[in-house]
């Protein structure tokens, strides 16, 4: 098959990439000169010419994430990247001679805008409020409509933290902190969180699922912090990181209420003593979705 991957040169779209090469051809779109196209503004390739080959399917992970948006213009930078790339994208796929089949777009489960709960579903209502998770929102709801319009498959995937080598975002923070010493478990590390192997996505799409619909992944174990943090010190030879009390945790999140520079805050720590796993039957039951373990599998 002949497929457009954008985000090529990301995170997940690395690990996705080498998938796909191995069984497709791939006309990459990233920010490296190791793509097949060098974008530097998704939000800007309408204008592209035409691919040569016939494309049978677009895989679209270009996007923006783990940033702390400080001011209005770093808030906007999620819209234009997440929502008017998703667009542009479009735009761009529109003209085409021959329009691709299906359309692979990788979502979140922030759109879901919850901070607690278990086994959250598809059909949960979508209260995400912040940038990030209003940018997917609206990529989501502008791809449904467009891929109906033209006849294109819309398959969105909605992903909870994706774990792979040298991972960026928290999960980044939480290995150098724990390499460092600097680490402190909360509450004995007992919240749980869904995640799941960027190497399973990548199996999924290599097999490009010619399906349409929104589909939760997980990896169907929802690991707690306990279990991730006794695997990366296992790995990195450390010792287990030492474990504060919640209720001294949260007095220190108040600390940090008041004063910005401080590390955590009182949303930083109900975030992490309070359970958010989501379901994935629907995956499991339509996708051929077949995860493995994070704590079993992962390698740091």
């Not at 542009?88 to 607690?116: H, R």
């Not at 467009?146 to 819309?154: A, C, D, M, T």
């Amino acid at each position: 098959m002949n497929i457009v991957l954008t985000g090529s040169s990301g995170f997940l779209g690395r690990i996705v990439h080498e998938k796909l090469k191995a069984k497709h051809k791939v006309l990459s779109l990233g920010r490296t000169n190791e793509c097949s196209i060098q974008v530097k503004d998704i939000a800007n390739i309408s204008n592209l010419p035409a691919p040569l080959d016939e494309i049978n399917s677009v895989i679209h992970i270009a996007g923006l994430a783990h940033v702390n948006p400080k001011d209005d213009e770093s808030k906007m930078a999620f819209d234009k990247v997440n929502f008017e790339g998703t667009k542009s994208l479009c735009f761009w796929i529109e003209t085409w001679t021959q329009k691709p089949d299906a359309f692979i777009f990788i979502s979140s489960v922030s759109v879901y805008g919850l901070e607690v709960g278990s086994g959250i579903t598809e059909n949960d209502e979508l209260l995400g409020k912040s940038p990030y998770a209003l940018s997917k929102i609206k990529a989501e709801q502008f791809l449904l409509k467009w891929g109906e319009k033209l006849g294109i498959r819309i398959l969105i995937l909605r992903l909870p933290l994706i774990v792979g080598a040298n991972p960026p975002g928290n999960l980044g923070k939480m290995i150098n902190a724990i390499r460092r010493g600097t680490y402190f478990s909360i509450g004995g590390g007992k919240a749980r969180k869904s995640m799941v192997l960027a190497e399973d996505v990548a199996n999924l799409l290599a097999t490009c699922p010619n399906i349409s619909g929104v589909y939760n992944l997980t990896d169907g174990f929802h690991p707690s912090f306990a279990e991730l943090e006794s695997v990366i010190a296992k790995q990195l030879g450390k010792s287990s990181s030492l474990n504060i009390p919640i209720l001294l945790a949260r007095l220190l999140g108040k600390v940090g209420d008041i004063l910005p520079i401080f590390p955590v805050n009182t949303n930083i720590i109900k975030k992490i003593t309070q359970d958010l796993t989501f379901f994935d039957l629907k995956a499991r039951q339509n996708l051929n979705w077949n995860p493995s373990s994070v704590i079993e599998n992962w390698r740091i």
